[in-house]
C-alpha cells in the first residue's frame, strides 16, 4: 500500500496547533497596529503644536499687536483648514492624512503662551483617534 497524505489525526493535530498560535499571536499584532496608529498621530500631533509655536515666533508682533489675548487659527470654521493653510504660508508641509484639526488657539497672558490643538483623526463614520489638551485616545 502506498501511502500519500496525512491522516485525520495528524489533520486534526496541525489545525489544533495552528489554532493554538493564532490565538496566541493575533491579539498581540492587533495591539502593536494600535501603538503604531497612536503614535502616529501623537507625532502629527506634536507636530501641528510645534509649527503653531514656530508661526507665533516668527508673526507674533503681527498677532499681538492689538493687545489680544487669543488668537485663532481657525477663524470659526469648523475643520481649520484656514489654520492649516497659515502654517503651510509660513513654511510647514503638515500633510494630515485622516485628521480634522477642530480647534487651533494661542492665548497670551501677560508673556505667556498657551497653545490649544484638538484634532480628531479618522473616516467619517469612525473615528480613530481624538487628541485633546493632555492625551491621546484611539480606538
Not at 6 to 18: A, G, P, Q
Not at 43 to 72: A, P, Q, R
Not at 89 to 116: F, P
Request: with cysteine; net charge negative; aromatic share 8%.
Amino acid at each position: 500500500m502506498n501511502k500519500k497524505g496525512f491522516t485525520l489525526v495528524e489533520l486534526i493535530l496541525i489545525i489544533t496547533l495552528m489554532a493554538v498560535i493564532s490565538v496566541i499571536v493575533i491579539p498581540n499584532i492587533l495591539d502593536a497596529l494600535s501603538s503604531s496608529k497612536q503614535q502616529k498621530y501623537e507625532s502629527l500631533y506634536n507636530l501641528v503644536e510645534k509649527n503653531m509655536k514656530l508661526y507665533n515666533d516668527k508673526y507674533s508682533v503681527d498677532l499681538w499687536s492689538n493687545n489680544k489675548t487669543f488668537f485663532d487659527f481657525c477663524e470659526g470654521s469648523s475643520n481649520c483648514i484656514n489654520g492649516i493653510n497659515k502654517l503651510k504660508e509660513s513654511g510647514s508641509d503638515i500633510v494630515l492624512d485622516d485628521c480634522i484639526i477642530n480647534t487651533m488657539t494661542i492665548t497670551k497672558n501677560d508673556s505667556k503662551y498657551t497653545y490649544n490643538l484638538t484634532m480628531t483623526c479618522g473616516t467619517e463614520d469612525k473615528v480613530i483617534c481624538n487628541r485633546d489638551a493632555n492625551e491621546i485616545k484611539c480606538d
